[in-house]
């Protein structure tokens, strides 16, 4: 079975802290996607990467930046938190031309 | 650009009630059509999928089919179960290595 793993599932932080949500896959997916989830809004594509070292904006990637240095790791960056990014992150990955498989998302609150 | 409409929630049913949650789609080419679903604390999971006009995905009970004539994929199930309690997304993709489209989900309340 793919599992995606998300490193928190609870966090809290400050305004204007720097935030690093962190995903990891482990069956050698080509493809990695942040998404957040609010209610009312559904999911929502924030970043996603198709190869190391590559990124492409998704539908509201201002405030965000990502890292994919390995092929396994896909890292959602909060430059400085605002209270607007309080979410659930919901970190997938997939392989050319199937479907999608989710972590299991980690709530942020910024306070 | 691509999207997704799904029926506004919350969905509240009796256990043996039948279920269908609509779902239609805008797209230039030819998607491929997803339901996934998720259940309280957890993930998205999928729950099936359809890669070509009037195929019909299923799983679990589970029924839904991809109909390019009115641009739909119904999710249907003929006797809820307090278990199938979840939120449910429709979602769409070219395929390849594009990120899927997804509705605004639809929240399912199975009652005893």
Redesign the interface.
Known sequence: DVK?TQSSRYLVKRTGEKVFLECVQDMDH??M?W?RQDP????R?IY?S?DVKMKEK?DIPEGYSVSREKKERFSLILESASTNQTSMY?C?SRP??S???????TRLTVT | GDSVTQMEGPVTLSEEAFLTINCTYTATGYPSLFWYVQYPGEGLQLLLKATKADDKGSNKGFEATYRKETTSFHLEKGSVQVSDSAVYFCALSDWGNTPLVFGKGTRLSVIA
């Open positions: 995606v080509e493809n996607f998404y009312g809004l559904g999911l594509l996603f198709y998704g919901l997938a050319y031309n479907p999608l498989h989710f972590g299991n998302g």
